[in-house]
């Protein structure tokens, strides 16, 4: 082989590699979905920049402020539809119909027992696993711990960015509440055996309290360290 093609290849190479390595998570994003019944839905998702970025978990999810508790509210295959905030599951299979009113999290995939969403709960849920209707969270403002879920099957690639996004949760709560939450995540380039990376960021649901500006300010930032 010729040196000039010998070069090419070589740079195709690095090219390819560079591009890998500087895929990376970017920060949340929080959609408004609109407020019926005194509540507001708000969809989350977590923006990565590589076009094959696969989220593999999410975890020590845990709240920086609130206003008030038992801020999350249901309305699932536990509720009967109904909505609730002493009742529900945080499992996507559960939900009834697509654009329900429902808080749950999931690892990209869709929605109600047909999508077979392979999200499963961490231990850190408790005992009732995604069956429980707040969300356990531990002290405030602790990074290190916090409940999570992950992909069971990742050969699925169901964690897989679409548009560079991979959705995470929805979270219905009502008009006049607000909480800030902090959440790490795990993904990797989606092929088998290729490292994990890491990334964490806070994102604000609701009118955010006092401070909770400044800590969005720190997503994109925080996002783009990693860990082995």
């Not at 020590?60 to 609130?66: D, L, M, R, T, Y």
């Not at 380039?189 to 500006?213: H, K, M, N, R, Y």
Request: hydrophobic content about 40%; aromatic content about 10%; overall charge neutral.
């Amino acid at each position: 082989m010729k040196i000039a093609q010998k070069t090419a290849l070589m740079g195709l190479a690095v090219a390819s590699i560079a591009g890998v390595a500087s895929a990376t998570f970017t920060g949340y994003q929080v959609t408004n979905g609109g407020s019926q019944g005194g509540l507001t839905k708000y969809i989350v998702h977590a923006n990565f920049s590589g076009a094959t970025d696969t989220a593999l978990n999410f975890f020590h999810i845990n709240q920086e402020s609130a206003s008030g508790s038992n801020l999350f509210y249901h309305a699932d295959a536990l509720t009967g539809g109904a909505p609730s905030n002493t009742a529900g599951t945080w499992n996507p299979q559960f939900v009834l119909a697509p654009g329900a009113w429902d808080s749950f999290v999931c690892v990209g995939g869709g929605t109600g027992f047909a999508s077979g969403n392979s999200t499963n709960a961490d231990p850190s849920f408790g005992a009732a696993g995604f069956n429980t209707a707040q969300m356990p969270f531990p002290s405030p403002n602790n990074h290190a711990v916090g409940p999570g879920w992950f992909n069971s099957n990742p050969p699925n690639l169901q964690g897989r960015v679409i548009n560079g996004q991979v959705l995470l949760g929805q979270f219905v709560i009502a008009d006049a509440a607000n909480i800030t939450m902090f959440l790490k995540v795990g993904y990797n380039d989606g092929i088998a055996g290729s490292p994990v990376q890491f990334g964490e960021g806070t994102f604000a649901l609701g009118v955010p309290a006092p401070g909770a500006v400044a800590l969005l300010g720190l997503a994109g930032l925080a996002g783009r360290r990693r860990r082995a």
